[in-house]
C-alpha cells in the first residue's frame, strides 16, 4: 500500500496536478461564463453539473497528458537540468509515461464527446496540438509560442461548448484575450532562457531573430491584449465589475511590458506578465 502511495504521487508530479487542476478551473470558468452571458441573454440553456465535473476531469486528464509526453520528449534534457523529476530518477519508466499519458489522452478525448461532439473535436484537436508541441513545436519559432497560447485560451472554448456553438461564441473574446496575453509571456519567457535555449539547440524566436527584436513582438502582443481588454465589457458580456479589475491587469502588463523593452529585464517581464495574466482570470470571474 505505501509503494503504491508513492507510485501514484509520481504520476501526478508526472502530470503536475495543480497545472491540470488550475487549467481544469479555467475550464470552469469558461462554463459558468457562458452560461452567465446566455442567461442573461434570454437563452433557456439550462446548467449541467454532470457535464460540469466532466469538463474539470476532462481538462485535468489532458492537461496531464501532454505534460506527461513533454517530460518522455525531454528525458534528455531532464536527465542533466531535472535528474529528480519522475522519468530521469527511474521512479516512473519511460514505456510507462508514454502509455499513461496516451491513455490519459484517450480518456479525455472520450469523456468530451459524451458530453457533446463540439468538446470532443476540441479536445481531440488539443490532444494533437499538446503531441506535436511535445514532440517538435516547443523548439520551433514562435509557432511553440503560438501552440502555448491557443492552448491555454482554449480552455475558456472548451468550457463554452457545453453550451454548443452559442456558448463557443460568448467566450470567443475571452479565449483571444487569453491566447494574446500568453503569446506575449512566452516569447519574454523564451527570451529570458535564450542562452540556455541555444545550448540544447533549440530555434525559438528570440534565438533567430535577436533578442531585441522578440521582445518587440511581444510588446505587440501584450499591447493588443490590453487594448482589446474592454471589448468584453462594450460588448455587454462582462459587467463594471470586470473593467475595473481588467484596469489592474493592463496596469501590469504596461510594466511587464516596459521591463522588456526599456531594460531589457526579461526575467522580471515575465514575472509581470503572470500577475497580469492572473488579475485577467479575476477579471473574466468577477465580471461574469
Known amino acids: 500500500m505505501f509503494e503504491e502511495g508513492i507510485k501514484m504521487r509520481s504520476y501526478l508530479e508526472l502530470m503536475r496536478a495543480g497545472n491540470c487542476a488550475m487549467a481544469a478551473f479555467a475550464a ?7 452560461f452567465n452571458i446566455l442567461s442573461s441573454a434570454g437563452s433557456s440553456t439550462l446548467f449541467s453539473f454532470y457535464d460540469t465535473a466532466l469538463v ?3 481538462v485535468f486528464f489532458v492537461t496531464g497528458a501532454g505534460n506527461g509526453l513533454n517530460d ?4 534528455d534534457i531532464d536527465t542533466v537540468n531535472k535528474p529528480s523529476r519522475p522519468i530521469p530518477s527511474g521512479r516512473i519508466s519511460l514505456s510507462s509515461a508514454l502509455y499513461f499519458s496516451l491513455m490519459l489522452f484517450g480518456a479525455g478525448v472520450a469523456m468530451a464527446f ?3 461532439v463540439l ?3 476540441i479536445a481531440l484537436l488539443n490532444s494533437i496540438v499538446l503531441i506535436l508541441y511535445a514532440k517538435s513545436l516547443k523548439r520551433t519559432p514562435f509557432f511553440g509560442n503560438a501552440s502555448v497560447g491557443y492552448l491555454t485560451g482554449s480552455t475558456f472554448l472548451f468550457g463554452g461548448a457545453v453550451f454548443g456553438m452559442e456558448g463557443l461564441q460568448a467566450v470567443g473574446i475571452l479565449f483571444l484575450l ?3 496575453a500568453t503569446i506575449a509571456r512566452e516569447i519574454v519567457k523564451d527570451i ?6 541555444k545550448k540544447e539547440g533549440a530555434r525559438t524566436l528570440p534565438i533567430l531573430i535577436g533578442s531585441k527584436k522578440a521582445s518587440y513582438v511581444a510588446a505587440a502582443f501584450g499591447f493588443i491584449a490590453m487594448l482589446a481588454s474592454p471589448v468584453p465589457y462594450l ?3 462582462l459587467n463594471e465589475r470586470y473593467l475595473f479589475v481588467v484596469a489592474i491587469a493592463d496596469i501590469f502588463f504596461l510594466i511587464a511590458v516596459y521591463q522588456i523593452l526599456g531594460k531589457n529585464d526579461a526575467a522580471r517581464s515575465s514575472k509581470l506578465f503572470k500577475f497580469a495574466m492572473l488579475f485577467a482570470l479575476v477579471s473574466f470571474i468577477v465580471g461574469a
Not at 28 to 34: D, H, Q, R, S, Y
Not at 72 to 75: E, G, L, P, R
Not at 192 to 197: A, N, T
Open 56 to 58: 474539470f476531469l476532462i
Open 119 to 121: 468538446c470532443g473535436i
Open 235 to 237: 460588448q455587454s458580456i
Open 28 to 34: 470552469l470558468v469558461g462554463v459558468m461564463i457562458a
Open 72 to 75: 518522455y520528449f525531454d528525458i
Open 178 to 180: 487569453a491566447t494574446l
Open 192 to 197: 529570458e532562457d535564450v542562452e540556455g535555449d
Open 114 to 116: 459524451l458530453v457533446n
